[in-house]
């Protein structure tokens, strides 16, 4: 879900199941990862979705299933450098740094060092630390100084957003400059939980973590499909996951 601690702030969040699908089904969920996610799944980062399943706050990790997706996408594309928003322990980060190749380039951000340093051995076993760039910050500040920088103008082959939703469109406007044309933005969350269909499941509670950024989501989506510089995909997997490929 949220892959940052950016806008949580003290509030403990419940325990919840270690996989959240918007499928109705249970069943054909748990079928997906025990067939087609779990058997396939590199040991370094079945290790580390294992060890932050037994954090709390594993509501922030992103699903397994959402992230063999988007590994097969980096390869399909060649990507060789990203940019994260939003980390957490790192799974959706290791995802991507063993999709990339020896010589490839992660710039990743998040407020939470001692999180991301929690999931940093098994970048290290796994022979991937290497590629990560690691910001501890507010991730606006951040993006401020990067887009200064000639260099990274058009720089990222694919950029992934799973930060505080309220300022996902923030993220938007300044990393579709960075991403270069063709090139990929992933936002996750853009479902989240099935709220964004509210009134239509009155007999569905939700918990406040998740009423309390469902307008950011909402206003979000309608602001991304009415954004002419980019062609969109809005993926019903995980969560819902918005792919966004820059036109111009």
């Not at 879900?1 to 499928?23: F, H, N, T, W, Y």
């Not at 290790?47 to 954090?55: F, G």
């Not at 380039?105 to 991937?128: H, M, Q, S, W, Y």
Request: aromatic share 10%; hydrophobic share 40%; with cysteine.
């Amino acid at each position: 879900m949220a892959g940052s601690s950016e806008g949580v702030g003290d509030k403990e969040l419940p325990p919840i199941l270690e996989q959240r699908c918007i499928l109705q089904s249970e069943a054909l969920s748990q079928y997906i990862m025990e067939t087609s996610v779990y058997p396939r799944e590199p040991e370094a980062l079945r290790e580390l979705r294992q060890m932050t399943a037994t954090d709390l706050r594993n509501v922030m990790a992103t699903g397994p299933d959402e992230m063999q997706f988007l590994s097969m996408l980096l390869k399909l594309m060649n990507a060789k450098k990203t940019l994260e928003i939003g980390v957490f322990t790192g799974y959706s980060l290791l995802a991507t740094a063993l999709s990339l190749p020896h010589d490839g380039e992660i710039i990743a951000i998040d407020t939470n060092r001692k999180n991301f340093e929690l999931g940093l051995p098994f970048f290290e076993n796994a022979g991937v630390a290497h590629k990560v760039d690691f910001r501890e910050g507010l991730a606006l500040p951040i993006l401020n100084e990067l887009t200064k920088e000639e260099k990274y103008k058009g720089w990222f082959d694919f950029v992934f957003v799973d930060a505080d939703k309220s300022n996902y469109m923030n993220y938007h406007e300044r990393v579709v400059e960075m991403v270069r044309v063709g090139g990929i933005i992933g936002y996750d969350n853009t479902l989240w939980n099935g709220s964004v269909v509210a009134e239509a499941m009155a007999e569905r509670p939700f918990p406040w973590y998740i009423m309390e950024s469902r307008d950011a989501i909402l206003e979000f989506n309608a602001y991304l499909a009415a954004d002419s510089r980019v062609e969109i995909c809005h993926l019903s997997i995980a969560d819902g996951l918005t792919l966004c490929r820059r036109l111009r």
